[in-house]
């Protein structure tokens, strides 16, 4: 099975700064890569999808990127109800798995 | 507006079968344009993909639950369900279930989870 290694693990900061966070692959995906964000009990929610397309009423502060093995998830200016966990996801051979998830918290 | 609600017992014994059921409105299962999935977090963890049916009743599963998830469909009544059998303390998690767009891969609607807690 595929794995993701998602990092970092957890992020610290300030509103109105540009955050990333990183996915790698253990193999190609070519564009199967997803990108959500979860709230504390709630579920999560789709907002980037095959790497670099926004879903539909995401705001476009949101941004994903990458393909092959490497993809990157850009917040591009930082809000206070961006505070959330993040996770990527990935589709290959009829199989799905998560990204470890990044905590994301205001500084 | 396709909603998606689990439904199902929020106790489970060890070693006995969790028996979940979703509860799809908005959108017929049958229509073919997606797979139906269940994932599943424990407390304070990450998210892990269980698997999902097509509506052809192609089932795939995470090689990691050996065997032990079982998902099947009513389309009748807009439902897909999950089994699990042989829990143990490790299942304890909330479970969710999900649309997911086909062949894209993504997840584009959510059930609120429902808990169910792996105890004697």
């Known amino acids: 099975d595929i794995q993701m290694t998602q990092s970092p693990s957890s992020l610290s900061a300030s509103v109105g700064d540009r955050v990333t966070i990183t996915c790698q692959a253990s193999q190609d995906i070519s564009n199967y890569l997803n990108w959500y964000q979860q709230k504390p009990g709630r579920a999560p929610k789709l907002l980037i999808y095959?790497?670099?397309n926004l879903e539909t009423g995401v705001p476009s502060r949101f941004s994903g990127s990458g393909s092959g093995t490497d993809f990157t998830f850009t917040i591009s200016s930082l809000q206070p109800e961006d505070i959330a966990t993040y996770y990527c996801q990935q589709y290959d051979n009829l199989r799905v798995t998560f990204g470890q998830g990044t905590r994301l918290e205001i500084k | 507006q396709v909603q998606l609600q689990e439904s199902g017992p929020g106790l489970v014994k060890p070693s006995q079968t969790l028996s979940l059921t979703c509860t799809v409105s908005?959108?017929?299962?049958?229509?073919?344009?997606?797979?139906w999935s269940w994932i599943r977090q424990p407390p304070g963890k990450g998210l892990e993909w269980i698997g999902y049916?097509?509506?052809?009743?192609?089932?795939y599963y995470n090689s990691s639950l050996k065997s032990r998830a079982t998902i099947s469909m009513n389309t009748s009544k807009n439902q897909f369900s999950l089994k699990l059998s042989s829990v143990t303390a490790a299942d304890t998690a909330v479970y969710f279930c999900?649309?997911?767009?086909?062949?894209?891969?993504?997840?584009?609607?959510w059930g609120q989870g429902t808990l169910v807690t792996v105890s004697s």
């Open positions: 095959d790497a670099s």
């Open positions: 908005g959108d017929p299962i049958s229509s073919g344009d997606y797979y």
């Open positions: 049916i097509y509506y052809r009743g192609s089932t």
């Open positions: 999900a649309r997911e767009a086909w062949p894209a891969g993504y997840f584009d609607s």
